[in-house]
């Protein structure tokens, strides 16, 4: 596998729609950066957001997802608790190329503050919005800001086509169109 350099993001982006909106340029001034980089694609905050509020003694599990946990919000700038985490989603819809896998990092602007971005891999034909967890390990509150950059996506080509994309799999989380949590399928 190869990284991809900005001229194929384009190509892709703009021939196939692999991420909408698109920016074909860094746009940088006054704003944390977004849009196409070297070797991936900086993607936006939306202003759609899922503060964690949990009652005293509560406890998070993956299998029994409590909804009613999250305050819901949408606004362009996001309070994140000290110490807590937020449920947020990408600007930008991505399609990802039966040939690529892509991986998804925080941006260093968030991280020198504390805030740390956790993506799962985008699997070779998965496409949604990307649901994010944006936690905040730092002991006050840290600002998101909507519609600027909070992550990099890096575009890996494979060799070869996979014998079996997210699509093929069914995937639980195929074409999200909102923030969604996590979900386990019932045998």
Known sequence: MTAQPDHWIARMATEHQMIVPFEPSQVRQGVISF???????????ADEFRIFSPPPGARLDPKQFEPTWFVERRTDRCEVPPNSF??????????IPREVIAICFGKSTYARCGVV????????????????????TAP????????????????????QLCDVSYADKKGKYQAQTQITPPRIEQG
Do not use: C, K
């Open 117 to 136: 971005v956790n993506v799962t891999p985008l699997e070779p034909q998965w496409e949604g919005y990307i649901t994010m967890a944006v936690s905040n």
């Open 86 to 95: 937020v449920l947020a989603r990408s600007l930008e819809y991505f399609r």
């Open 140 to 159: 006050v509150p840290a600002i998101l800001y909507a519609n600027e950059g909070i992550a990099q996506v890096i575009f890996l080509r494979g060799d």
């Open 35 to 45: 849009g196409v980089s070297s070797y991936g694609y900086d993607l936006r905050l």
